[in-house]
């Protein structure tokens, strides 16, 4: 792996996964508006998805796609937000987000401004699935 002192993403492959192998890692983001909230990282530290090679962009794409459908099982939201920015962090990476009618953003961007605030009784409902969210990544991964 190819890490860059003080990038964000690096360390957070590195530290926060709940899987990984030579080529990504899959994190559960410490987002609290936002459980649910997950990234794919590419372990090397590449800024675009033309930066790939044919067939890790295809197991990058394979690895969004496992973990989307992970997020839809167990958090059932009304939408899911896949995303790859890089403009702070210029790391290649995914975003997923499991977006619902009552949070703090819909129907913008995560990132937009909040124009409501969601109830705490819900967020917490949602944080108390996360760690059956960590249990499906692992067995969606662990399936080749």
């Given at each position: 792996?190819?890490?860059?002192?003080?990038?964000?993403?690096?360390?957070?492959?590195?530290?926060?996964?709940?899987v990984?192998?030579?080529?990504?890692?899959?994190?559960?983001?410490?987002e609290?508006?936002?459980?649910?909230?997950?990234?794919?990282?590419?372990?090397?530290?590449?800024?675009?998805?033309?930066?790939?090679?044919?067939?890790?962009?295809?197991?990058?794409?394979?690895?969004?796609?496992?973990?989307e459908?992970?997020v839809?099982?167990?958090?059932?939201?009304?939408?899911?937000?896949?995303?790859?920015?890089?403009?702070?962090?210029?790391?290649?990476?995914?975003?997923?987000?499991?977006?619902?009618?009552?949070?703090?953003?819909?129907?913008?961007?995560?990132?937009?401004q909040?124009?409501?605030?969601?109830?705490?009784?819900?967020?917490?409902?949602?944080?108390?699935?996360?760690?059956?969210?960590?249990?499906?990544?692992?067995?969606?991964?662990?399936?080749?």
């Amino acid at each position: 792996m190819t890490r860059l002192a003080g990038c964000e993403l690096c360390e957070l492959a590195a530290a926060s996964r709940v899987v990984a192998n030579d080529k990504f890692s899959v994190i559960l983001a410490d987002e609290a508006n936002y459980p649910g909230f997950a990234r794919v990282i590419w372990n090397e530290h590449v800024r675009e998805l033309s930066d790939l090679a044919d067939a890790d962009r295809l197991l990058l794409n394979d690895a969004v796609w496992k973990l989307e459908q992970a997020v839809r099982e167990v958090m059932q939201p009304l939408k899911v937000n896949v995303a790859s920015l890089g403009n702070v962090v210029p790391h290649l990476h995914w975003h997923v987000i499991p977006r619902y009618a009552d949070d703090a953003h819909f129907p913008a961007p995560v990132w937009a401004q909040a124009v409501r605030s969601t109830d705490e009784a819900v967020l917490a409902q949602r944080r108390a699935l996360l760690p059956q969210l960590a249990k499906t990544i692992e067995q969606k991964f662990a399936k080749q």
